[in-house]
């Protein structure tokens, strides 16, 4: 798992997502503007704690971080369905039920952690599902814990 992200961080295409910003949702948009509207991934990190899994420790500009959430935008599903939404589409849209904005998600999530900033780390990928799949498989697979903000996959049955 390790290995893969690794890889796809080697582009060092990234931004920094502070918390308590007035304004967290303009702010996002700002961090984010040179994100492209490709398909690809992007990773969440934080620094990291004594208490981060191994499997979640990276190690980026000379610090450890822990992996907080790994996502996709656009690719191509399972039955064929393509994407609309890109990366700064995905990026800056809503997350869960009730639909809440990413940022104002992501503000709240880091004063319940106490996280000062987000480095978002994004790769420029044609099968952004086939990563993500990968991912999932492998924590499934060797019973490890998901980051702190991927929840199980699947829309929860009505």
Known sequence: M????????NTNKHFIF????????????DVSKNVPDTDGNYYVF??????????????L????????????????SKNG???KQKL???????VGKP???????????????DIAKLDVYYFENP????????????????VLTYPKLNKKRGRPKK
């Not at 639909?99 to 952690?113: N, T």
């Open 99 to 113: 639909s809440i904005k990413r940022a104002k998600y992501w503000d709240h999530e880091m004063l319940k952690y």
């Open 81 to 83: 369905k393509i994407g």
């Open 46 to 59: 934080a620094n990291s704690n004594v208490d981060t899994p191994e499997h979640l420790k990276f190690s």
């Open 88 to 94: 700064k589409g995905r990026i800056n849209n809503v």
């Open 61 to 76: 500009q000379d610090s450890d971080y822990e992996l907080y959430y790994f996502g996709i935008a656009g690719g191509i």
């Open 2 to 9: 390790k290995d893969i992200i690794s890889k796809q961080l």
């Open 127 to 142: 099968k952004p599902k086939d990563t993500e799949d990968y991912l999932y498989l492998y924590l499934n697979k060797n």
């Open 18 to 29: 502070k918390s308590k910003e007035s304004k967290p949702v303009a702010h996002l948009r």
